[in-house]
């Protein structure tokens, strides 16, 4: 059973910086690609960044290009979201979610998804 588990949201005043981390448990996770989504109230789940297997390749949301930059350490089984000048707009929970394939950005095509974590941006 693949666990993953989000750490670092929080509260920060925009233009700040938060990180977040997805430590992923109970499967081999250089074979699987990652991503980060996000979920505002009133709002469906949408995607944010992604990243393949070995890391070399990665894809953003437009909204966040620029800014927020994914990683990920195979050797410590996690997966990483660097936020930087953060915006009201950026505020929701932050699911990360592993993909066997490559790195799509439907929600749907992720088997298994961490509880959230959530990250408030105040104006």
């Known amino acids: 059973q693949v666990q993953l588990v989000e750490s670092g949201g929080g509260l920060v005043q925009a233009g700040g910086s938060l990180r977040l981390s997805c430590a992923v448990s109970g499967g081999t996770f250089s074979r699987v690609a990652m991503g980060w989504f996000r979920q505002a109230p009133g709002k469906e789940r949408e995607f944010v960044a992604g990243?393949?297997?070995?890391?070399?390749?990665?894809n953003y949301a437009n909204s966040v290009k620029g800014r927020f930059t994914i990683s990920r350490d195979n050797a410590k089984n996690s997966v990483y979201l660097q936020m930087n000048s953060l915006k009201s707009e950026d505020t929701a929970v932050y699911y990360c979610?592993?993909?066997?394939?490559?790195?799509?950005?439907?929600?749907?095509?992720?088997?298994?998804w961490g509880q959230g974590t959530q990250v408030t941006v105040s104006s």
């Open positions: 979610a592993a993909n066997d394939g490559g790195v799509p950005i439907d929600a749907s095509s992720y088997e298994y």
């Open positions: 990243v393949s297997r070995s890391g070399s390749f990665t």
